[in-house]
């Protein structure tokens, strides 16, 4: 089933797509994550009411969209989980590392990316995104993917300009190694992702989330990213270094992972054969929109862009 | 003002401390947030309830306390942001750079700490904490103060050691300097907080939230950090460098701020003249807790520690 959040007449409705093109409306009051909270019981009774109101669905173009989850508990995005990064990576860890986006940088489908000059360079990469269904910690690896309600797609907008800039060459303070109340200085780098990643609207989503069951394997997903209808990217999650089932039994050891929760699993870097641009070449501040992700068995998020 | 959310009988209710020892429970269905949204009415009617319960208040020594705001859309921290820093970064921004915790490692005054072996050395970050009030984006220098709902405290615990492990050199992906579809490689720092900052219990906070009104100057209060009975830190808001006004009206060109949204104002950094040791030398993963913050007009945030 595909669930995602419009807007209508002001307030949230819950929207089932039938298929890329048509959706049903749930009455209001529904939200998705309220279904997701409660799916065993849930489940059935939206998949009738999808088919009871089959005769009435609307155009999915016609439609307002929202994050298919307007508010998540959190977005944990996993950072360089290409195969194309490993030789790219001098030194790095061995299991994922993760940023984290806030809510409010999500965006719906179809809603503008509104960009200021002072953003600079910013630029698309295409990801699936897991959506937790059951809260969990210290999960084992084999009952992680029990885990999982289903996938979007996000398209994490990152500033390559503002990392630089949010970036501190400094001298961090350790305990000394005498273990007394002495301290050494240590040359550090340290980066900071709360608005290269976070800004608002750095966070299309959706349009909306498949479940589970549609989804038989996760690490057989074509990802494509279009920009102004060239193709710049097509990769295969077959490519992401950690896997989802990993991903969750080993951030789940540290955070617990809720209801709802997102976890984006890394960027789609493969460039189209006939095109040969990276995604970082492409920057929506000068070139503008739209940018659209497309994820087989998904859908596609397509986002105009607002230039400064 | 006090203002926070404490567990009783299993339902959340909030809880007005008269002063640092008694608190009124409002009736249940009352949240923190809800009074928050809808502070000009709520306000005054909180106040008088307050009042005509204060014969049956309780020993805040008594109640579970859980963080004053649960579940908040975003937790914003500031990062090196104290006088004493100047002189150790080589180079960074001149503005405030962030991350963010996620709402799942908040933890309320007088709960454990739970920490792991893979943890590594967790050291606590007393700080003062900012929340916002009303919605903004783009907030001008001059209207940043009128955003603020009021301040509590947090306790911005820190693994080192995770830090470390999720730091990647490699050489990042940027578009060749002629405009093309060409790339060049740049040898690039880059460090993930989502572990470090984001683990389970890395976010005591509160015991409440005072309110603006209490606070004349958010700049001129006394942060102490006391650990296992110790002095640690003694230090002043005077000392950050980047003020309360500045990043809310920074922040808000880039991440549209919402009512409950947290910011974390930086670590209060100056050891106690009697003790000497830095907050970096307080291995809580080896030497347990208790860890206590305390900032004059706020109140006492204390957190046992679960040890490995």
Request: aromatic share 6%; proline share 8%; glycine share 12%.
């Amino acid at each position: 089933m595909k669930l995602g959040t419009v807007e209508a007449d002001g307030t949230q409705r819950v929207a089932v797509a039938l298929d890329d093109t048509r959706a049903v409306l749930l009455a209001p009051g529904t939200t998705v994550a309220g279904l997701i909270g409660d799916w065993a019981n849930a489940g059935p009774a939206v998949e009738l009411a999808a088919q009871a109101g089959a005769e009435e669905a609307v155009p999915v173009a016609s439609l307002s969209w929202l994050p298919p989850l307007p508010r998540p508990g959190k977005i944990i995005c996993v950072a360089l989980n290409n195969s194309a990064n490993a030789s790219r990576i001098m030194s790095g860890p061995g299991h994922p590392a993760t940023f984290s986006k806030p809510a409010s940088s999500l965006l719906g489908h179809g809603r503008p990316v509104r960009l200021k000059k002072e953003f600079g360079r910013v630029h698309p990469e295409p990801e699936l995104a897991v959506v937790i269904g059951t809260k969990g910690a210290d999960i084992p690896l084999s009952r992680a993917m029990d885990h999982v309600f289903g996938y979007t797609i996000i398209n994490d907008l990152t500033s390559p300009d503002m990392r630089t800039e949010d970036t501190f060459h400094y001298r961090a303070i350790h305990p000394a190694k005498d273990g007394g109340d002495g301290i050494e200085y240590v040359d550090t780098w340290v980066s900071y992702s709360g608005r290269y990643k976070g800004t608002d609207g750095f966070g299309p989503i959706g349009p909306w989330i498949v479940t589970a069951d549609e989804i038989p394997d996760p690490h057989d997903l074509t990802v494509t990213c279009v920009h102004q209808g060239r193709v710049i990217t097509v990769d295969s999650t077959a490519n992401l270094t950690h896997k989802v089932d990993g991903v969750i039994s080993f951030l789940s050891g540290y955070q617990t992972l809720e209801p709802g929760d997102i976890i984006a699993m890394g960027t789609a870097l493969k460039a189209s054969a006939s095109g040969g641009a990276a995604v970082q070449n492409v920057n929506l501040t000068r070139l503008g929109g739209p940018i659209e992700v497309t994820i087989s068995g998904i859908g596609t998020l397509s986002n105009p862009v607002e230039m400064p």
